[in-house]
């Protein structure tokens, strides 16, 4: 099969705006694709198709897809650049109907920007069917032509990283526990020589005197596991270190404080944090990224039993603080209150963590954006740049005093899990609970909840969990990277 791109027609002849591979290709059938398209109705609109059969013997099947307008770039008002979306989305669609026609293998034309169509491509014929009998078509996506075949490269391995935090998001529990999780990522890390990875048991996690995050993990059958990744891929062994870590609760029941059963199913996604920082590094690996990448993931699950969190109960964490838990369905801040502890170890250039934190977040930005808070604007702009770029945004929220105070006012112990004015600011205050683990100058913690899953907004994305924000950390880290080369 071959994927061709169409761009909008901004004049009234009616003539297709083709690709310079539309046209090349046009060019070889004698201009039979033009003049079907011509006699196919109005234009073609942006991620809509054609299917044209027996063109050419190559190609028994070409899908032609709208691209919308050829010059689009930056939307400020969107924030994310448009014309990468749009090569996203179209190839997504065209790749899927090749799919659907059982073709094994597709072409893709690389519609100027080859790196967002291997992006396209790679995302949107991705689909969790492990379990399942009778599985849809594997189709291999490859670049039509040989213009741009290293951003196709750099496209395919962005997106598999992506994919890759997809497949441990969309497995279930009983699947992906805290040591399948570890040994899954220790299992892609296996080739590279300068990468180190550590399974720490719930021995180590004693020793390091991690009270907060022992406290959720008690309450379940699985026992903890602190995984610790170190990718050396600086100039400098000895250079600071970009820290990631992300939350790694496996299953989410809620504890005591029970969730509802209702899509209750959906909290084996819990650990979509750690999936996205672990599958970050994976890529960074993979692209060789000249720089220290440190990655940090408390996994366990929090489940209801004799041995568990009861509300009220004060825990210790990792730097001496007391912690009265409130809720013991807010459980991921404590797993992450002795991550972020430990994280200082490191002398980091950056500390960054990634969590399904709040279903507040998800009240306040749906599944449009990333949620920041951060103490520092150069990491913000960073962030905010690279999202741009991967058209997986970011959007910066509030570290104000004014939350801070509403989980240190508490009666039994430094600090609530929760504030003191319940749902009021939720996302902002679970932010600022862990600011009070951060000592750190260069800090910013990701709220992903609302981006977790995906029902039909991102249309290069199926049905189900996204692994969102996996390419933003990735392009974040590259950027970092070329600061410390400038």
């Known amino acids: 099969g071959l994927v061709l791109g169409v761009y909008s027609n901004e004049k009234d002849d009616g003539a297709a705006q083709f690709t310079s591979a539309g046209d090349a ?54 924030n994310w650049n448009e014309g990468k979306e749009n090569i996203r989305t179209a190839v997504a ?11 094994p293998c597709v072409e893709v034309d690389p519609c100027g920007d080859a790196q967002a169509a291997a992006e396209g491509a790679v995302l949107g014929l991705h689909e969790y069917n492990e379990l399942k009998q ?68 719930e021995s180590w996690i004693t020793t390091q005197e991690m009270g907060a995050f022992l406290s959720v993990a008690k309450g379940s ?14 100039p400098n062994t000895d250079d600071s270190p970009l ?20 899509g209750m199913d959906a909290m084996r996604a819990d650990m979509g944090g750690a999936a996205t920082v672990c599958s970050a590094i994976v890529t960074a690996a993979a692209l060789n990224l000249p720089l220290n990448i440190i990655g940090l993931a408390p996994l366990c699950e929090n489940m209801p039993s004799g041995k568990a969190n009861k509300p009220g109960d004060v825990v210790r964490a990792k730097n001496g603080k007391t912690i009265q838990v409130d809720n013991t369905d807010a459980e991921g801040r404590l797993l992450l209150a002795d991550a972020l502890c430990y994280a200082h170890n490191f002398n980091a250039r950056a500390i960054v963590n990634a969590a399904t934190l709040t279903g507040a977040m998800d009240v306040a930005l749906g599944s449009a954006a990333t949620g920041v ?3 520092s604007s150069w990491l913000w702009t960073h962030l905010y740049e690279a999202s741009i770029l991967t058209g997986d945004r970011v959007w910066r929220m509030p570290l104000f005093e004014h939350y801070t105070k509403q989980v240190t006012d508490c009666p039994l112990a430094d600090v609530s899990n929760i504030g003191k004015y319940s749902r009021a600011g939720g996302a902002c205050t679970a932010a600022a609970f862990l600011k009070e683990f951060v000592t750190a100058s260069h800090w910013a913690h990701l709220d992903i909840a609302g981006v977790m ?16 924000p996996t390419r933003t950390l990735v392009e974040f880290a590259a950027r970092l990277s070329q600061d410390s080369h400038n």
């Open 25 to 78: 290709f046009d060019r070889l059938v004698s201009g039979k694709l033009r003049a079907l398209l011509s006699l196919c109705g109005p234009p073609l609109k942006k991620g809509k198709t054609r299917i044209f059969h027996g063109l050419h013997q190559d190609f028994p099947s070409v899908v032609v897809v709208g691209l919308g307008k050829k010059n689009a770039g930056i939307n400020e008002q969107e």
């Open 134 to 201: 009778k599985r849809k078509p594997v189709v291999t996506p490859q670049l039509h032509g040989s213009a741009g075949s290293e951003a196709w490269q750099k496209g395919v391995i962005y997106a598999e990283g992506q994919n890759l935090a997809r497949y441990l998001m969309e497995a279930p529990a009983n699947y992906i526990t805290p040591i399948k999780f570890a040994e899954h990522i220790e299992q892609k890390l296996r080739s590279f020589s300068n990468v180190k990875v550590h399974i720490r048991p």
């Open 373 to 375: 808070f951060t103490n």
């Open 453 to 468: 899953s995906n029902k039909d907004e991102v249309p290069y994305l199926r049905k189900g969990m996204a692994g969102r």
């Open 243 to 262: 820290v990631f870590v992300g939350k790694g609760v496996t299953f989410d029941s809620g504890g005591i404080s029970l969730k509802p059963s209702s």
């Open 221 to 234: 059958a699985e026992p903890p596991i602190f995984l610790e990744i170190h990718y050396l891929g600086g």
């Open 93 to 103: 669609v065209g790749c899927r109907q090749i799919q659907d026609l059982e073709i």
